[in-house]
């Protein structure tokens, strides 16, 4: 969990391999978009610093959270080399929460260790709309910076192995 000493977007960017020839899916979704524009932001943001071209990264939309995982699968076709998958789901007074997140971690997970492109899960699952405004933008970093940092490390590493 994030403290108010750790900012999520921080990086130390020499770290990081030339991303210039890679080509990264983002798959954002619609549910609680306020937040996942910011994480999307972030994302974006942290490719084209490393050097990505604006048409190597291919942005799709889904309907919520749950979708993440067949818009993420169907992006693994698209000839990526990383997917990132975006979403928020925040604690309500239902279960509801709990399956959301369960499936669309296990879903991910899956796509992972049955498919050779690597899925970036940047899913905020937070209790307050607040706590996800810190995590998108706001007092923690970005989120969606973290996730596109991996992506790229990620990419490496399958072109490496």
């Known amino acids: 969990m994030a403290t108010a000493n750790k900012n ?14 890679f080509r990264f899916g983002i798959v954002v979704s619609e549910w609680n978009d306020t937040i996942t524009e910011g994480l999307y932001k972030g994302a974006y943001d942290a490719l084209i610093e490393n050097g990505v071209l604006p048409s190597n990264i291919i942005r799709w939309d889904v309907p ?15 000839m990526v080399n990383a997917v990132i998958a975006i979403g928020c789901v925040i604690q309500g007074e239902t279960k509801h929460f709990d399956f959301v997140c369960e499936g669309v971690t296990q879903g991910i997970k899956d796509l992972n260790v049955l498919h050779e492109t690597p899925v970036i899960f940047c899913l905020l699952t937070d209790n307050t709309m607040q706590q996800s405004i810190d995590r998108s933008g706001g007092k923690h970093g970005n ?12 990419a490496e590493l399958r072109k490496n192995s």
Request: hydrophobic fraction near 40%; aromatic fraction near 8%.
């Open 8 to 21: 999520l977007s921080d990086y130390a960017k020499a770290t990081i391999p030339n991303a210039s020839k």
């Open 143 to 154: 989120k969606g910076t973290e996730a596109a940092i991996a992506a790229i490390k990620m």
């Open 64 to 78: 919520g959270s749950f979708e993440l995982i067949y818009g993420s699968k169907k992006m693994q076709e698209q």
